[in-house]
């Protein structure tokens, strides 16, 4: 049998001796009333199903100082059957979790009847409850879910006045969403919501049973390169009911490519207190729809289209009036491998985010766009001849176009990482004919010079190289085309750099703001050790001063956002998702209080 987490009381002969109506109470069993408040002080809740008065028993149980340990009390002449019900549906659990008690055989089986999976259990088992396993329950001294359970009952009186219509009424209730990011901070709690949470948890992808090995599981998850996390926090008029929900995301491929724009859904997961507010369908939509395959039978449809305009995101549950604000109508994000990470967190600041930058195929190709000519020459190129080219490339030519300047409606923030151009000898490839700049490479071959290399040397690299027969057939005639076609040149220097930068400027719509990102001054490297990177503090150096004129930019580094060196992944600019979080958080600051460009400037 299932651990019980809501227990259903009987009164007259069984809560107390004797019957309300037939002679009054003989005797109000202390006991009893102890056993109800340990259960709330173990999380475990408390109702009732009588067949008596409502008022007579509510001021019977005040006067007990027992009547607010009890959360939906069912108080008519009813049958029971339906009523209990109606309160399970009403505390949103699961049949299999509830034990009903009653000292009339009738009534027990009649529950039953109407509902198969409850437990019952008549009036004697009372004095070996807490002793039976299945009321070990979770200490809960403050009694924090008798609480919310509390305000739960409170919503539903209320929202049974507007049943009429239900959004009416959800739009009354002030409903605030807040989003928590330091998902290690309360691992018992995301390990609990992933594991406890049924009805509303869209992947069912569980952790292992021992708490130690789940919360290793999961700290590893989110450790990972590319993924994401939250808790949902919610608060209405009626009270604050916690961390209701958590998410988890990771990077996900798109027509055989990897694209850090397109994210998956690990866990996504919600407690059914919430249950009506259709929370779990605005956070699907706030987190711009990710990949999501649902498993099992949940209580939501994610899929269908509706409105949820009663819900505000907030940066603060405790500021009625602390609304997070919209940054811009559109916020673009171009970079490498931090683009999505800090997408993601500015997406709460914005009505659209676009993310564009470095990519890898399922051909096993790379292309980088994280620098200033290869980022231009992006923004160029565009026709048919572009498009066949990256096709005989075997490379996306969506993806190696950028619409970073193009209009929009509204006004616009930049956000761009040029790291790439912090290694000038890191090899590009200009078209001989049309002048085109790219980028690619061979997974695993990142200093290689496709133009330059010998080519016995190149081939013997490809042959040595991790990828299977096949795909290393497929590089030679685009490894050859590349030799033909293109001349290796390098990165600009930095009178050419700043010359680009200002062009950058230049190309800008008025009204936009533009974000430049520098990478940490310190790197990981294969050793594990860290060590300063002085190529990358010149570069900084160097976009410090180009910009340093230019009003409506911002600089904005990773190095002040680094608590720890534990912080720092391999690859440069791979980071814990939480400095990804604090340079969001920086980027907003920053832009919140910085000009935008002025027309014609």
Same mark, same amino acid.
């Given at each position: 049998?299932?651990?019980?987490?809501?227990?259903?009381?009987?009164?007259?002969?069984?809560?107390?001796?004797?019957?309300?109506?037939?002679?009054?109470?003989?005797?109000?069993?202390?006991?009893?009333?102890?056993?109800?408040?340990?259960?709330?002080?173990?999380?475990?809740?408390?109702?009732?199903?009588?067949k008596n008065d409502y008022e007579t028993i509510r001021s019977i149980l005040i006067e007990r100082n027992i009547w607010e340990y009890f959360v939906f009390p069912s108080i008519s002449w009813e049958s029971k059957?339906?009523?209990?019900?109606?309160?399970?549906?009403?505390?949103?659990?699961?049949?299999?979790?509830?034990?009903?008690?009653?000292?009339?055989?009738?009534?027990?089986?009649?529950?039953?009847? &109407?509902?198969?999976?409850?437990?019952?259990?008549?009036?004697?088992?009372?004095?070996?409850?807490?002793?039976?396993?299945?009321?070990?329950?979770?200490?809960?001294?403050?009694?924090?879910?008798?609480?919310?359970?509390?305000?739960?009952?409170?919503?539903?009186?209320?929202?049974?006045?507007?049943? $009429?219509?239900?959004?009416?009424?959800?739009?009354?209730?002030?409903?605030?969403?807040?989003?928590?990011?330091?998902?290690?901070?309360?691992?018992?709690?995301?390990?609990?919501?992933?594991?406890?949470?049924?009805?509303?948890?869209?992947?069912?992808?569980?952790?292992?049973?021992?708490?130690?090995?789940?919360?290793? $599981?999961?700290?590893?998850?989110?450790?990972?390169a590319g993924c994401q996390s939250g808790f949902i926090q919610v608060v209405d008029r009626y009270g604050d009911y916690g961390y209701v929900g958590i998410f988890v995301v990771e990077g996900g491929r798109r027509d055989g490519v990897t694209d850090f724009a397109m994210q998956t859904l690990v866990h996504f997961c919600f407690s059914c207190r919430t249950?009506?507010?259709?929370?779990?369908?605005?956070?699907?939509?706030?987190?711009?729809?990710?990949?999501?395959?649902?498993?099992?039978?949940?209580?939501?449809?994610?899929?269908?289209?509706?409105?949820?305009?009663?819900?505000?995101?907030?940066?603060?549950?405790?500021?009625?009036?602390?609304?997070?604000?919209?940054?811009?109508?559109?916020?673009?994000?171009?970079?490498?491998?931090?683009?999505?990470?800090?997408?993601?967190?500015?997406?709460?600041?914005?009505?659209?985010?676009?993310?564009?930058?470095?990519?890898?195929?399922?051909?096993?190709?790379?292309?980088?766009?994280?620098?200033?000519?290869?980022?231009?020459?992006?923004?160029?190129?565009?026709?048919?001849?572009?498009?066949?080219?990256?096709?005989?490339? %075997?490379?996306? $030519?969506?993806?190696?176009?950028?619409?970073?300047?193009?209009?929009?409606?509204?006004?616009?923030?930049?956000?761009?990482?040029?790291?790439?151009?912090?290694?000038?000898?890191?090899?590009?490839?200009?078209?001989?004919?049309?002048?085109?700049?790219?980028?690619?490479?061979?997974?695993?071959?990142?200093?290689?010079?496709?133009?330059?290399?010998?080519?016995? &040397?190149?081939?013997?690299?490809?042959?040595?190289?991790?990828?299977?027969?096949?795909?290393?057939?497929?590089?030679?005639?685009?490894?050859?085309?590349?030799?033909?076609?293109?001349?290796?040149?390098?990165?600009?220097?930095?009178?050419?750099?700043?010359?680009?930068?200002?062009?950058?400027?230049?190309?800008?719509?008025?009204?936009?703001?533009?974000?430049?990102?520098?990478?940490?001054?310190?790197?990981?490297?294969?050793?594990?050790?860290? %060590?300063?990177?002085?190529?990358?503090?010149?570069?900084?150096?160097?976009?410090?001063?180009?910009?340093?004129?230019?009003?409506?930019?911002?600089?904005?580094?990773?190095?002040?956002?680094?608590?720890?060196?534990?912080?720092?992944?391999?690859?440069?600019?791979?980071?814990?998702?939480?400095?990804?979080?604090?340079?969001? #958080? #920086?980027?907003?600051?920053?832009?919140?209080?910085?000009?935008?460009?002025?027309?014609?400037?």
């Open positions: 049998m299932e651990a019980i987490r809501l227990v259903i009381w009987d009164l007259d002969e069984t809560f107390w001796r004797g019957t309300v109506t037939e002679g009054g109470i003989a005797e109000h069993i202390a006991e009893h009333e102890a056993i109800v408040i340990e259960l709330s002080r173990r999380g475990i809740l408390n109702s009732i199903c009588s059957g339906p009523r209990i019900q109606s309160l399970i549906e009403a505390t949103q659990l699961r049949p299999a979790t509830v034990l009903f008690i009653d000292d009339n055989p009738g009534n027990l089986g009649e529950a039953l009847d &109407v509902v198969a999976d409850l437990q019952v259990a008549d009036e004697k088992f009372i004095r070996e409850m807490l002793l039976d396993p299945r009321f070990i329950g979770k200490q809960d001294p403050e009694m924090s879910r008798l609480k919310q359970y509390k305000l739960l009952e409170e919503r539903k009186r209320d929202q049974m006045a507007h049943a $009429s219509d239900n959004s009416e009424f959800l739009r009354r209730c002030n409903i605030r969403l807040r989003v928590e990011y330091d998902v290690e901070a309360n691992l018992d709690r995301a390990v609990e919501l992933i594991a406890r949470t049924n009805q509303l948890n869209f992947t069912k992808k569980r952790l292992p049973e021992d708490v130690s090995a789940a919360k290793a $599981s999961l700290l590893a998850l989110l450790k990972k249950l009506g507010m259709q929370i779990e369908y605005w956070v699907y939509e706030w987190l711009r729809r990710p990949s999501l395959n649902v498993v099992g039978e949940v209580l939501t449809d994610l899929f269908s289209p509706k409105t949820v305009d009663w819900v505000r995101l907030v940066t603060s549950i405790a500021d009625d009036n602390d609304s997070a604000d919209k940054l811009a109508s559109e916020i673009r994000v171009h970079g490498g491998c931090e683009a999505n990470a800090i997408a993601h967190y500015l997406a709460a600041s914005t009505q659209k985010v676009v993310v564009s930058g470095n990519f890898a195929t399922s051909e096993g190709w790379f292309a980088r766009l994280n620098g200033i000519s290869l980022l231009l020459s992006a923004v160029d190129s565009r026709g048919s001849e572009f498009d066949a080219e990256m096709a005989r490339l %075997k490379l996306p $030519s969506n993806l190696m176009k950028s619409a970073l300047f193009s209009e929009a409606k509204g006004n616009v923030v930049l956000v761009v990482s040029l790291a790439l151009d912090s290694h000038r000898t890191s090899p590009r490839y200009r078209h001989k004919e049309k002048g085109w700049i790219i980028r690619t490479e061979i997974n695993g071959l990142t200093m290689t010079n496709l133009v330059k290399s010998d080519e016995p &040397v190149l081939r013997q690299e490809i042959d040595s190289s991790h990828h299977n027969a096949d795909a290393k057939a497929a590089f030679l005639p685009v490894v050859e085309h590349i030799r033909s076609n293109y001349e290796s040149v390098d990165g600009p220097d930095d009178m050419e750099f700043k010359s680009m930068c200002m062009s950058l400027t230049e190309r800008m719509l008025p009204g936009a703001k533009l974000v430049v990102l520098l990478d940490a001054e310190r790197y990981r490297h294969a050793d594990q050790t860290v %060590k300063p990177a002085p190529w990358m503090s010149r570069f900084n150096n160097m976009v410090r001063k180009v910009f340093e004129d230019v009003p409506f930019v911002a600089i904005v580094g990773f190095d002040s956002f680094i608590v720890d060196e534990h912080e720092i992944q391999m690859g440069g600019n791979h980071y814990d998702r939480m400095v990804y979080f604090r340079v969001a #958080e #920086e980027i907003v600051k920053r832009v919140r209080s910085m000009p935008e460009k002025k027309g014609g400037g």
